[in-house]
């Protein structure tokens, strides 16, 4: 595994939901290439093994632990297992997605939106569900019938999480 640089996330009293919202997605890409299904120590353990920072401040511990929780909650509640990781802020169409993955058996192709919760560029559910629908959109266009869906997924609120099928039916997310 590679190490994840925090020295391009802001100085102690600049720490944003955003920032929270970039790591947890860069740890669960990171822990995510190496295996697709991780119970919350392996993430602790694949955190330990990430994040290399020498005595962080206060600040930058509470950023480390919140995005910590976050990627565990993504494992615990939506795991693809029997998928492959293809990579994150991977190119559909024109657009990077946080993260794609190819299903083992049928190579059918999933799209995950992840939402920590803590950033207010999409804030408004309205504002995630057009997300999502252009994405379902765009992975349509790029894959075909091999297009599953987009599975939008809120980490702080795993139950209101939903899927756009290949169709663009809106239902719930199986939880892991």
């Known amino acids: 595994m590679q190490w994840i640089d925090l020295t391009d996330f802001p100085t102690d009293f600049e720490i944003t939901g955003s920032s929270i919202g970039t790591l947890t997605h860069r740890l ?3 822990v995510a290439a190496h295996q697709s299904h991780a119970s919350s120590e392996q993430v602790l353990l694949s955190v330990a093994n990430l994040i290399r920072i020498d005595r962080p401040s206060v600040d930058r511990q509470s950023l480390i632990t919140s995005a910590t929780t976050l990627a565990g909650t993504y494992f615990r509640e939506f ?3 029997s998928s492959r990781f ?3 802020e991977v190119f559909v169409g024109d657009r990077p997605v946080d993260l794609l993955w190819m299903e083992s058996g049928s190579s059918r192709f999933w799209i995950d939106e992840i939402k920590s919760g803590l950033a207010s560029g999409f804030s408004t559910e309205q504002g995630a569900r057009v997300q999502a629908k252009d994405l379902a959109e765009l992975g ?3 894959f075909g019938d091999r297009f599953a869906g987009v599975r939008v997924l809120k980490l702080q ?3 209101s999480s939903y899927v756009i099928s290949s169709t663009g039916e809106t239902g719930p997310v199986g939880h892991g």
């Open 28 to 30: 669960i890409a990171a």
């Open 79 to 81: 795991s693809l297992a």
């Open 86 to 88: 293809v990579g994150a």
């Open 140 to 142: 349509r266009g790029e």
């Open 157 to 159: 609120r795993p139950r």
